[in-house]
């Protein structure tokens, strides 16, 4: 209703000049609802504990409990049902934290509202307002709902949190274009912002999720559910391995009728063999890995709240960041003056008051700091804004602008509430829009001997422009002179150096006036020039190192905000970020899936352009996280691969959206998370790679014993049994990947370029060097069944089983020395390596023995495994030599023939001289 006259507005929404009557308020409220928005429902404990349902590697695991308890086998169905519920413990576990923390994070005391009903000004929680009822507004105010400017005084509004506009708003109740757009729409007022200066009446308009935040709210909701990189890899995993357990119980089902064997016989070999393909510890070594991953992550900063998005962050390739408030500090910080015809610089960033003032890079002295002190006095006095302390933080209560000032005159040595004490406002005319100025006017108490007298002095701030207008006169080092036409155009020259370089200027000025003569009409005229103040939204202190971090690490930063163009470039340029730089309006001129790529900063984005951007740079294959702090950012963060949202100064729904919290508010924290991203996918790859091998080593020896058995022996005997196999599968195998999580990743990781989103946990080649090392453990442990078949079932069992838990240690070693990891430097590893073999030493030589059918093994029996193992290592160092050496050949010819052919091209070019083609082929 921006372009309807406030009585049209008034009379659409049936409001009386007094307000709404307690019946019609009533009413509304029945036919509206509360004034809230909707948001996701806390999660229960029950709905968190079932989601965990969603791991094929599960699936598997409960089909392998059916299989055990359709064979009566009620013993290995106890042991998987207790690693499903253990890897359901550590993910629920992890994941209620997670929430638990967020919560933490809101705010939950009710918001009040002033609103005028039956004629009488009263407080009510704002989730009582409806459509039509009038409510007031101050400085300090959140706004409560969506509503219509009827009456403004001296009105601002900060909206960075809707629009990503970091400045105030000056409000106004003129009627405006119907197709202004939200930003500029300066008679509004919407919910959830906050008015940083003057009062106002507005009639509220929309409630709820009809407001502008609710309609970003229903966004949100309305966003399509994402899967991490990890749980695509991780269920396309678990179908593969599915696949190869049919594939093999398929082969010996009918190897087993072929040769005739009960069926229960047939039965419980394919029951081992599917035991033995499944990687029963996987999923819990991945959640405790993800888990610990995100304890290193909340260490830095950064809380996880879905466990697979912590690995998802490795694969990250573009950034995506809001401005104000993720690269910026989102507080205002003198950084420029002019004053005594010479050009200052402040140091320090935000509302910290620590930070010099300088002049050709020197430090002022004492009598030059004196000369430019009326100046920092108007920006105290000229002002409504004050500091307080808030459980021992520094808290602005005001416009952030104002705030600025005070802080630029705390670094010149003023104490801002002692000068207000001296010098006592007595009288002000606030700014508006139309004058685009501020007076204050304060009381002086001027000693005469031995007696005081009295006289006033006026500050007023404003546009430079405006200002100049006002002043004949300027103060240069303590004295005052004529402002001629020279002075004049220097002023405005420094105005246009400052705003070319995106400072927003405030120029000063004061005059006299003796007692009795404080007239407001004569405040603004006659005024003395004190100098500019320039001001911007400083990034922070740690961004431009964490940007340069990403550039090595081969990962775009793109800034989506929605300030103007020049500041998003000028803050662009001061931080490093390069490449084209595009405004919202535009947008619409381009082809944005096919220039996406191109662009590194979008300037005036609405919420609606943010996830347009999103969408398009995830169809080029991208793994995108999106920064934000504000409502605006929200629908755009929950398209991305990764949201990320500020734990201090995001709001709700951005916190709502998000998939990691950064409880700093720093950008720096999603770098640092990235990296730990990077560890983690190496670690999940490395145990991934470990439980795997041994995997197949078990289902090698189990498949050809089987056919061992059904074809050339006529008799079977079972190398291994469903409990050792889980035994291995889970503890031996378990507990050292486990202990792999704490591996420390590479310094060099944070060089390398992002993992591609399509590259699997295990690529190609460390796929075949998983059938290599698997098929040879798995062989050699054959040829130990073969060798001990006369000795009896429980002792050719015992022997595959110990001999199979060697092998693993010996695979552990080949996978570390590969990436010149050192034992030492992870003493879990050597913890879980100790104990697993205390663990098998205990069942072999215990009354153990019976339950898991094994018995004690002699010194011979030792010295046998130990020589496998030997000849294992032995042959697997070899293929992996021959292989890598073809490899090389392979390369070196194909680099000889790539130097040959270019020797050809060469002797072509000199001796026929031809011609390079437009379609790039050469011609005669």
């Given at each position: 209703?921006?372009?309807?006259?406030?009585?049209?507005?008034?009379?659409v929404?049936?409001?009386?000049?007094?307000?709404?009557?307690?019946?019609?308020?009533?009413?509304?409220?029945?036919?509206?609802?509360?004034n809230?928005?909707?948001?996701?429902?806390?999660?229960p404990?029950?709905?968190?504990?079932?989601?965990?349902?969603?791991?094929?590697?599960?699936?598997?695991?409960?089909?392998?409990?059916?299989?055990?308890?359709?064979?009566?086998?009620?013993?290995?169905?106890?042991?998987?049902?207790?690693?499903?519920?253990?890897?359901?413990t550590?993910?629920?576990?992890?994941e209620?934290?997670?929430?638990?923390?967020?919560?933490?994070?809101?705010?939950?005391?009710?918001?009040?509202?002033?609103?005028?009903?039956?004629?009488?000004?009263?407080?009510?929680?704002?989730?009582?307002?409806v459509?039509?009822?009038?409510?007031?507004?101050?400085?300090?105010?959140v706004?409560?709902?969506?509503?219509?400017?009827?009456?403004?005084?001296?009105?601002?509004?900060?909206?960075s949190?809707?629009?990503?506009?970091?400045?105030?708003?000056?409000?106004?109740?003129?009627?405006?274009?119907?197709?202004?757009?939200?930003?500029?729409?300066?008679?509004?007022?919407?919910?959830?912002?906050?008015?940083?200066?003057?009062?106002?009446?507005?009639?509220?308009?929309?409630?709820?999720?009809?407001?502008?935040?609710?309609?970003?709210?229903?966004?949100?909701?309305?966003?399509?559910?994402?899967?991490?990189?990890?749980?695509?890899?991780?269920?396309?995993?678990?179908?593969?391995?599915?696949?190869?357990?049919?594939?093999?119980?398929?082969?010996?089902?009918?190897?087993g009728?072929?040769?005739?064997?009960?069926?229960?016989?047939?039965?419980?070999?394919?029951?081992?063999?599917?035991?033995?393909?499944?990687?029963?510890?996987?999923?819990?070594?991945?959640?405790?890995?993800?888990?610990?991953?995100?304890?290193r992550?909340?260490?830095?900063?950064?809380?996880?709240?879905?466990?697979?998005?912590?690995?998802?962050?490795?694969?990250?390739?573009?950034?995506?960041t809001?401005?104000?408030?993720?690269?910026?500090?989102?507080?205002?910080?003198?950084?420029?003056?002019?004053?005594?015809?010479?050009?200052?610089?402040?140091t320090?960033?935000?509302?910290?008051?620590?930070?010099?003032?300088l002049?050709?890079?020197?430090?002022l002295?004492?009598?030059?700091?004196?000369?430019?002190?009326?100046?920092?006095?108007?920006?105290?006095?000229?002002?409504?804004?004050?500091?307080?302390?808030?459980?021992?933080?520094?808290?602005?209560?005001?416009?952030?602008?104002?705030?600025?000032?005070?802080?630029?005159?705390?670094?010149?040595?003023?104490?801002?509430?002692?000068?207000?004490?001296?010098?006592?406002?007595?009288?002000?005319?606030p700014?508006?829009?139309?004058?685009?100025?501020?007076?204050?006017?304060?009381?002086?108490?001027?000693?005469?001997?031995?007696?005081?007298?009295?006289?006033?002095?006026?500050?007023?701030?404003?546009?430079?422009?405006?200002?100049?207008?006002?002043?004949?006169?300027?103060?240069?080092?303590?004295?005052?002179?004529?402002?001629?036409?020279?002075?004049?155009?220097?002023?405005?020259?420094?105005?246009?150096?400052?705003?070319?370089?995106?400072?927003?200027?405030?120029?000063f000025?004061?005059?006299?006036?003796?007692?009795?003569?404080?007239?407001?009409?004569?405040?603004?005229t006659?005024?003395?020039?004190?100098?500019?103040?320039?001001?911007?939204?400083?990034?922070?202190?740690?961004?431009?190192?964490?940007?340069?971090?990403?550039?090595?690490?081969?990962?775009?930063?793109?800034?989506?905000?929605?300030?103007?163009?020049?500041?998003?470039?000028?803050?662009?340029?001061?931080?490093?970020?390069?490449?084209?730089?595009?405004s919202?309006?535009?947008?619409?001129?381009?082809?944005?899936?096919?220039?996406?790529?191109?662009?590194?900063?979008?300037?005036?984005?609405?919420?609606?352009?943010?996830?347009?951007?999103?969408?398009?740079?995830?169809?080029?294959g991208?793994?995108?996280?999106?920064?934000?702090?504000?409502?605006?950012?929200?629908p755009?963060?929950?398209?991305?691969d990764?949201?990320?949202?500020?734990?201090?100064?995001g709001?709700?729904?951005?916190?709502?959206?998000?998939?990691?919290?950064?409880?700093?508010?720093?950008?720096?924290?999603?770098?640092?998370?990235?990296?730990?991203?990077?560890?983690l996918?190496?670690?999940?790859?490395?145990?991934?790679?470990?439980l795997?091998?041994?995997?197949?080593?078990?289902?090698?020896?189990?498949?050809?014993?089987?056919?061992?058995?059904?074809?050339?022996?006529?008799?079977?005997?079972?190398?291994?049994?469903?409990?050792?196999?889980?035994?291995?599968?889970?503890?031996?195998?378990?507990l050292?990947?486990?202990?792999?999580?704490?591996?420390?990743?590479?310094?060099?990781?944070?060089?390398?370029?992002?993992?591609?989103?399509?590259?699997n946990?295990?690529?190609?080649?460390?796929?075949?060097?998983?059938?290599?090392?698997?098929?040879?453990?798995?062989?050699?442990?054959?040829?130990?069944?073969?060798?001990?078949?006369?000795?009896?079932?429980?002792?050719?069992?015992?022997?595959?089983?110990?001999?199979?838990?060697?092998?693993?240690?010996?695979?552990?070693?080949?996978?570390?020395?590969?990436?010149?990891?050192?034992?030492?430097?992870?003493?879990?590893?050597?913890?879980?390596?100790?104990?697993?073999?205390?663990?098998?030493?205990i069942?072999?030589?215990?009354?153990?023995?019976?339950?898991?059918?094994?018995?004690?093994?002699?010194?011979?029996?030792?010295?046998?495994?130990?020589?496998?193992?030997?000849?294992?290592?032995?042959?697997?160092?070899?293929?992996?030599?021959?292989?890598?050496?073809?490899?090389?050949?392979?390369?070196?010819?194909?680099?000889?023939?790539?130097?040959?052919?270019?020797?050809?091209?060469?002797?072509?070019?000199?001796?026929?001289?031809?011609?390079?083609?437009?379609?790039?082929?050469?011609?005669?």
């Amino acid at each position: 209703m921006h372009h309807e006259e406030v009585d049209r507005v008034r009379s659409v929404l049936g409001t009386p000049l007094k307000g709404l009557t307690k019946i019609d308020a009533e009413e509304r409220l029945s036919r509206f609802g509360f004034n809230e928005i909707k948001k996701d429902k806390e999660l229960p404990a029950l709905r968190i504990f079932l989601s965990q349902l969603s791991s094929p590697l599960l699936w598997i695991l409960l089909a392998a409990i059916g299989i055990s308890l359709f064979l009566n086998e009620k013993m290995d169905a106890l042991i998987i049902s207790l690693i499903v519920i253990l890897n359901y413990t550590l993910g629920f576990f992890q994941e209620y934290r997670a929430e638990k923390s967020l919560l933490a994070l809101r705010k939950t005391a009710p918001h009040l509202a002033r609103v005028i009903r039956d004629n009488v000004e009263q407080k009510i929680e704002s989730r009582y307002l409806v459509p039509g009822d009038i409510i007031i507004l101050e400085a300090g105010d959140v706004v409560p709902a969506d509503a219509r400017l009827m009456e403004v005084h001296s009105l601002q509004t900060v909206e960075s949190a809707l629009t990503g506009e970091s400045l105030p708003i000056d409000k106004h109740a003129n009627v405006l274009h119907k197709d202004t757009p939200l930003a500029e729409r300066k008679n509004m007022v919407y919910s959830s912002t906050a008015v940083s200066r003057g009062r106002g009446q507005a009639i509220v308009i929309n409630t709820s999720m009809r407001t502008e935040i609710g309609k970003i709210a229903r966004q949100v909701k309305e966003a399509d559910m994402k899967s991490t990189p990890l749980q695509a890899k991780i269920k396309d995993l678990g179908f593969k391995i599915t696949i190869l357990v049919l594939i093999i119980a398929l082969i010996i089902f009918f190897s087993g009728l072929l040769s005739g064997q009960p069926w229960s016989e047939i039965a419980l070999i394919a029951m081992a063999i599917s035991v033995a393909a499944i990687p029963e510890g996987l999923p819990a070594v991945i959640t405790i890995s993800l888990a610990l991953g995100a304890h290193r992550m909340a260490k830095r900063k950064a809380l996880i709240r879905k466990l697979p998005s912590a690995e998802t962050l490795g694969s990250v390739g573009i950034i995506c960041t809001d401005k104000t408030g993720t690269l910026t500090l989102n507080q205002m910080t003198v950084s420029k003056i002019w004053a005594n015809k010479q050009v200052y610089e402040l140091t320090g960033t935000g509302f910290n008051p620590l930070g010099s003032i300088l002049k050709d890079g020197q430090a002022l002295d004492n009598p030059e700091l004196k000369n430019i002190e009326p100046l920092f006095k108007a920006g105290i006095l000229c002002n409504d804004t004050h500091f307080a302390l808030h459980e021992n933080t520094r808290m602005l209560l005001g416009d952030p602008t104002e705030g600025a000032l005070l802080v630029s005159a705390e670094k010149a040595g003023l104490q801002p509430e002692i000068l207000r004490e001296a010098q006592p406002r007595v009288e002000e005319i606030p700014f508006s829009s139309e004058r685009k100025l501020m007076t204050t006017i304060h009381q002086l108490s001027v000693n005469e001997g031995r007696d005081t007298r009295k006289e006033f002095i006026h500050y007023t701030k404003g546009s430079p422009h405006s200002i100049l207008d006002k002043c004949d006169k300027i103060l240069i080092n303590g004295q005052i002179q004529r402002l001629d036409f020279h002075l004049k155009r220097e002023i405005i020259q420094q105005n246009e150096v400052m705003a070319n370089k995106a400072l927003r200027v405030l120029a000063f000025a004061f005059r006299y006036s003796p007692a009795g003569d404080n007239s407001r009409y004569e405040a603004e005229t006659n005024l003395i020039f004190l100098g500019l103040q320039g001001m911007k939204d400083l990034p922070r202190e740690e961004t431009k190192a964490s940007l340069q971090k990403c550039a090595e690490a081969g990962i775009k930063v793109i800034m989506i905000t929605g300030d103007q163009l020049a500041t998003a470039k000028s803050l662009a340029a001061s931080l490093g970020i390069t490449g084209r730089a595009i405004s919202s309006e535009n947008l619409p001129e381009i082809d944005l899936d096919k220039e996406v790529e191109n662009i590194s900063i979008f300037a005036r984005v609405t919420p609606t352009q943010k996830l347009e951007i999103i969408s398009a740079l995830k169809k080029k294959g991208h793994i995108v996280a999106m920064i934000g702090d504000g409502l605006n950012d929200a629908p755009a963060m929950k398209k991305a691969d990764i949201s990320v949202s500020m734990g201090f100064s995001g709001t709700e729904i951005s916190k709502e959206a998000a998939d990691m919290v950064l409880t700093d508010d720093n950008f720096a924290s999603i770098v640092n998370a990235v990296e730990e991203g990077r560890n983690l996918f190496g670690r999940i790859r490395n145990f991934t790679n470990y439980l795997l091998s041994c995997n197949l080593g078990e289902i090698v020896v189990l498949f050809l014993a089987s056919l061992y058995g059904f074809i050339w022996s006529g008799s079977f005997i079972l190398p291994l049994t469903a409990v050792q196999i889980l035994w291995t599968n889970l503890i031996t195998d378990g507990l050292p990947a486990t202990a792999l999580s704490f591996d420390r990743g590479s310094p060099q990781l944070m060089k390398e370029k992002p993992l591609p989103p399509q590259e699997n946990i295990l690529p190609h080649k460390l796929m075949k060097d998983i059938i290599i090392f698997g098929s040879l453990m798995g062989l050699v442990s054959f040829v130990l069944f073969l060798l001990y078949q006369k000795s009896g079932e429980i002792k050719v069992q015992s022997i595959v089983f110990t001999s199979l838990i060697v092998f693993e240690f010996i695979r552990l070693q080949t996978i570390r020395s590969g990436q010149k990891l050192r034992l030492r430097d992870n003493k879990p590893l050597m913890g879980a390596l100790v104990l697993s073999l205390v663990l098998q030493l205990i069942i072999l030589y215990t009354p153990l023995s019976a339950l898991f059918h094994v018995q004690a093994l002699d010194y011979i029996d030792w010295g046998v495994i130990v020589l496998a193992g030997a000849v294992l290592l032995g042959v697997y160092k070899l293929m992996v030599y021959l292989q890598n050496k073809s490899s090389t050949d392979n390369h070196k010819n194909n680099s000889d023939n790539s130097n040959n052919d270019n020797n050809k091209t060469s002797d072509n070019d000199s001796n026929n001289k031809t011609n390079l083609s437009e379609d790039g082929h050469y011609q005669k």
